[in-house]
């Protein structure tokens, strides 16, 4: 059936046809478009797996015909609140993607197609896209469950479709009501943040048992309990809702449905105009707010390391969307805090290793700003500068701010456990070093937004980076529990030994491999 | 030794790619000279430049500038000179001022000599009223003007641009051509190239035209039109291109 062109209908096909190339054809630019064959064979023996795995738990959990056990539907619930989290997260970074770093918009508002169908056209994009990856990960479970005599299972394609469009509509109306409010360029990075965000929310959620654990009651102990009584909930509490329309109650699946098309309905008639105008704003956006022009204030004369790290620093502080990237990182610390109001022997040796994986995290990611992302490498080596200098500057402005960081509470824990302290603040600096090392002999140049990719074709940076990590977070849990305890035994000692040897073994690795990785 | 040597000197210059992309190139560029480097697509006339500037190491040859060989002495070489790309070697969040900042600390440059030089680069490229603005926000002109700037900050002897007049508009144009030729009056030295061949007939006192990485022909305007038998620069490049 071919779609009259410039209908809505032709349009939705030209974006299902994009979406194809972009995910399943090949992105080699030297390659001929076409099916990247051993990527979708992968995919589809993925598939089959999970449709293995999807079989062995539709047997475990689905009860009779008609019936629907209510710890099954809290947990769908569950399931089906995180997956809309992940969903809007998603959707607020396609939102961002659709309205500013497409390239055809302007084609496409040129043409004499009305901007509700384009608006409309793009959102369901919006959906499709974000839709899809929960489809190709929960559809199994459908399919298992039809083979398996329950064809309610299959409600799980509408939903999931439904809470798609939900969060996708929530998506583009924040981000064109942040357009409205803050200008197209804020906008940008605060609907990156709150997608990055709406992500780690989920982190944060499932980190409640151990706030729970506080109280002096086992984590799971208080989840269980909760589990078997609905969390004191209501078998019919309409709260139960996405749960129950994921299990196929046809009532609950018709509301989700009816929901979700008001909203997509919603979004196309209130706000396609608005669209087109966050548009024109994105298009007129690149320049930065002009402040009034003062008295010319320089300041010259600083040496070439000086220089160089108070770029890096101005740059890193100027990009607040490459901040919450790196600053996102800090949000492990978390679950750390709540040990370290935990009052019992483990303490310092958590602490302390927490704060070495981190460290070792940070590093990473600043060193990969400030060394592979460098925006002008050619005014670099094109200057007198000795390229020992550049790099030795780079090093310091990647792991001097970790360092700062961690100063206060590596501080803390000397106060409580001297040792343990200073054991911490060895495994810290010997991490910090060593992953901007690895960064700087493995890593591939890329673009600063590419920070969230850069482990992309680059496996052996992935692999050093890994083991170095596991090395420092073994020796940094593994030296204090030696030096603090009675126990130290042949087994520890040999940990140590193991540890240190891929803590210091990996960057050396990594400096011999450097020419090959590069 | 120096103050006699000639502000750039090639010998030999080679550098292979896929296929010979410079192959066997002289040049020798006196100062005070505006030379301009011209050449069809894939002529090789960037790797040359790139070479020059120290950001591409030569497969054989020899490259010396103001009487240094950039191969021993890499940093002496690069002192004295600037290199300009036809993309703007600039930071998005930086502001000018802050720009100039960073080139005069990579080129070692004292404050005293630099601040008066930055106030004078920002008022002749009429940046000084954007000196607030991140760089980022800059059309084509003006990142192009700011680059200048900042490969003028250090006082080069030896400026080479890779088409530095590619995409700006009449009036930046204009401001960076003057500036170029007021480096050229009081001593300096530019090897530029461009595809604005009017551009080279006017400011160049020597034109070079350069195909598969070789020197097909050099000399003065007049000169060039003696080796052909045409009369504008445009009729004399596509009849040199076309026999070689």
Redesign the interface.
Known sequence: MSARPGSALWLLRHEVRMFWYTTLSSKSSKAPRGMHWKLLALWLVLWSLLHAGAWFVVGKVSGGPGEMPQQLVLAATVLLVATFLFMLSSALKSSVEVLFDRGDMDLLLSSPLPSRSIFSVRLASVVLGVASIYLLFLAPLAHAGLLQGHPRWLALYPVLLGMAAIASSAAMLLTLALVRWLGARRTRVVAQVLGALAGALLFILSQLPNLAMQSGERGEGLLMRLFKSGAGIDAASPLWLPGRALLGDPLAAAIIGVLALLAFGLTVTLTHRSFARGLQMAAGS???A??P??A?????????A???I??EW??IL??PHLISQVLLQLLYLIPLLLVVFKKDGSQPLVVGAGLTLLCGSLSSSLAWIVLMAE??P?????????IRTIRRAKLTAAIGPVLALVCLPVLWLTWRAPLSGLLAAFTICGISFGSALIVMWTGKPGERSALARRAQGNGAKTLFEISHLLGWGGLAFLLPYAANGAQASIGVVAGIGAAGAVAFGVPFLAWVFRHRSH | MNMVSPSLLVSGLRKQFARPAVDGLDLNVARGELYALLGPNGAGKTTTLRMVAGLLAPDAGRIEVNGVDLARDPAGAKRSMAYLPDDPLLYGKLKPTEYLEFVAGLWGVDAATAEPRARQLLDWLDLSKHAHELTEGFSRGMKQKLALAGALIHEPQLLILDEPLTGLDAGASRQVKDLLLSHVAKGGTVILTTHILEVAERLAQRIGIIQHGRLIAEGTLDQLRHQTDAETLEDMFLQLTSQA
């Open positions: 690149t320049g930065s002009k402040r022009a003062g010319l204030r320089f300041r010259f004369g600083a040496g070439v000086t220089t160089l108070r770029k101005r740059l100027r990009d925006e002008a050619d005014l670099l080596h094109s200057s007198p500068a000795d």
